[in-house]
């Protein structure tokens, strides 16, 4: 895969598939493909390019290649690559372009990446609601196509770029042209605020199959939109990010990021990890002297922590996703729980008979079974418990449900299961023998 | 969230939003609103509703309101619904409908759920390539707007449905008249075939941002449009499935699924879970010995399994979301493999440092620090190693990578685990005591 083709060969190929090949490229070779490419190209490449990998490559070019490259993003790349930007390059690259086009793109650099505003793109047209069907095509007619997007709707502002209605490319066609626009629009339009969260994003145009909205700041100016096809991509990065941070990722790494940056990212959680795994081993040395009577039960330690992990790891991805694609809300957390604890309940006595017949069976101690049965029955519901308040409690103080949330709810599992286990080991050598 | 509330109160709120509170009442409750409904209303409805309770409900409306429903619906929510009829009802459904409308629905039957067929729509509009502009803008006036979808683009068929390129809205508006469209249409047009995947589907949604695609059987006949809007949730339920497959769930479970329904899902991988915990056990059996004589071991005897665990998830994951996205490819495998034995090795020395220095200082024997260290640095390698090989090992075999994966990986870093240390330290007493 790491054989570089001719410039020819890379021209050939579209835009995105070319970021794909540099991205696999050392920094040094894939900006020395870029620079061979012409302005046009290298700006529609920089924009499909991952951004660590981007940084990177912008990090290394002259003053002059980065101005030739901003000169020909759209705005909204402009403002992504422009993020990742010392300032005084960024500066730079910014006093190239044409002060119009620098503007816009300040004004975009203003919103924070993960809402509508660092989404959506300006690529839009706005008419008046004075102006005619006549008059709307002529004035059509003179923008490039890339202005008006790949959206089927005009907008339609008041003087202060308000947003009032929406006409569609439909009743340009049909229409009589003399009709004026505020007769034939659409006043009850849906929008984004510029501060909504990308993922409440992808929870509307999910629900309400969108395939694009209007982006309007809080006094209702009309400053972006949001295309479907950008929300797919939003959606698939929330779900990566919640699967990477619930087993203690950054959310951000691949499978072929160098592993001297993913090792920065992963160890402080295993170390996180290794303190509660320390946490759950001194719950097994306060029992020590009860292991030592009783050493069977050392094999039998792992099997009550680690199916209450593994049911417990179940409740939690349901809950966590569930937040996330809003099929469930704070008000359903009760319900939830009641689920998740019967649920318990009852996988906790199907498993927890099987193991204590299969302790009994194995080491031929009725005694053995009973302690282990029951132990799995209340490490069980234990899991069930921390699967639901884990991540709705994270969420109260409002930090991703996600973050580490398997790390925490081993960390329950664990330290419940070894209690219950050698608790009642304890008690049953008190009693039982 | 119980509340029934009255129909007007009902028919002030979009399909989607009714469809969520259908959801959350109880089936009877739930058909009794429905069939209160204008026949338009509930069919839109009824297309927003979950699989599962979608089903439910069908299967107790009367002939005459299943008829007068699929009467209302768009061919391909029509079809979604007619999979789930018992084949009797699907009769009686199907022949209330004009023929027309039934051969329709009928052929989008023919498609499985999870591919372009099973996606796309067939509400767009085709085009012979020697219409003039002016006929096809006469031809889309006479259709209701709906049939157009939200595209923005016309299709240009030969007799025999087979797409030969495609025209924009724009150039309806702009073109001279008497143009024909053979003549302005744009012959190089991307599309799906009719068997392409969903989880492709959303790769190449997401890498290309296209906003819509035709769909084409084998031979080139055009017979349907994926839209943007619609792979947004084919992502997320693609996203969701692998989260709760890795896990041991069905892939279709939900925080508020009864847990009737859930138990008979998750029960059986728990019983797996509950095999491999044997097996980890009887490692930990052949040991007992060792154990007896050194009890100290059996508090650390899940710190070096849980980290081990804990490491080999993280790889686990991110090996399984970026061959879901096509980040990786099978040929990246190696260096995927490169990369993380790597960092299992430089996380297993940071980890085992410090775990073997734990030991020594809390038991205050540097025998026991030296095994449980080495046994670290081990187990980290061999869950590096096996959260590669386990999803490339299942995608070989056709198996979804992400399925029960971690109850595979957490076989793995027990056993692996449990052997290292206990052998490690059966070692140790031999030689260093």
């Avoid at 099997?303 to 704070?330: C, F, K, M, P, Y």
């Avoid at 939830?336 to 299969?358: P, R, T």
Wanted: charged share 20%.
């Amino acid at each position: 895969m790491k054989s570089s083709l001719s410039i020819e060969a890379y021209l050939q190929l579209h835009p995105a598939d070319l970021a794909d090949r540099l991205q696999r490229l050392s920094t040094p070779e894939a900006r020395a493909v870029l620079q061979q490419l012409p302005p046009a190209t290298a700006a529609a490449v920089m924009a499909e390019l991952e951004e660590e990998k981007a940084r990177e490559m912008l990090g290394d070019l002259s003053n002059e290649q980065l101005s030739r490259l901003f000169r020909e993003l759209p705005h909204h790349e402009a403002a992504d690559l422009a993020a990742d930007l010392p300032v005084e390059r960024l500066g730079e690259a910014m006093s190239a372009m044409p002060p119009d086009d620098s503007t816009k793109v300040f004004q975009l650099l203003r919103y924070p990446e993960d809402t509508a505003g660092g989404i959506m793109n300006d690529r839009f047209i706005t008419l008046r609601g004075q102006q005619t069907i006549q008059e709307a095509q002529e004035l059509l007619r003179t923008r490039p196509e890339q202005d008006a997007g790949d959206i089927s709707y005009l907008y339609v502002t008041d003087p202060n770029q308000k947003l009032q209605g929406i006409v569609s490319m439909r009743d340009l066609v049909f229409r009589r042209p003399e009709r004026k626009l505020e007769e034939i629009m659409n006043r009850d339009v849906k929008f984004l605020w510029v501060d909504a969260d990308q993922e409440e994003i992808a929870r509307r145009f999910e629900h309400y199959h969108y395939m694009g909205l209007p982006v309007l700041e809080r006094d209702g100016r009309l400053v972006g939109l949001v295309r479907a096809s950008d929300v797919i991509q939003v959606a698939q990065a929330e779900a990566t990010e919640d699967m990477q941070l619930m087993v203690g990722l950054s959310g951000e790494e691949r499978a072929l990021t160098p592993w001297r940056k993913s090792i920065g990212r992963r160890l402080p959680w295993l170390y996180v990890n290794l303190a509660t795994a320390f946490l759950a081993a001194s719950v097994v040395n306060l029992f020590e002297a009860t292991i030592a009577r009783w050493t069977v039960l050392a094999v039998f330690l792992p099997i009550v922590a680690g199916q209450g992990g593994n049911a417990g790891v179940q409740t939690l991805t349901i809950i966590i996703r569930d937040l996330a694609l809003g099929e469930i809300s704070a008000g359903d957390g009760r319900r939830a729980l009641a689920k998740e604890l019967m649920l318990g309940l009852m996988n906790g006595l199907s498993i927890g008979v099987v193991v204590g017949l299969g302790g009994y069976l194995w080491k031929g101690d009725w005694r053995l079974g009973l302690v282990v049965g029951i132990a799995m029955v209340l490490n069980m519901i234990a899991a069930a418990l921390s699967g639901v308040l884990i991540p709705y409690g994270l969420k109260a103080i409002k930090i991703d449900p996600a973050l580490a949330s398997s790390i925490f709810l081993t960390t329950v599992t664990d330290v419940a299961g070894f209690f219950f286990f050698l608790g009642l080991a304890a008690l049953g050598l008190k009693l039982l023998f």
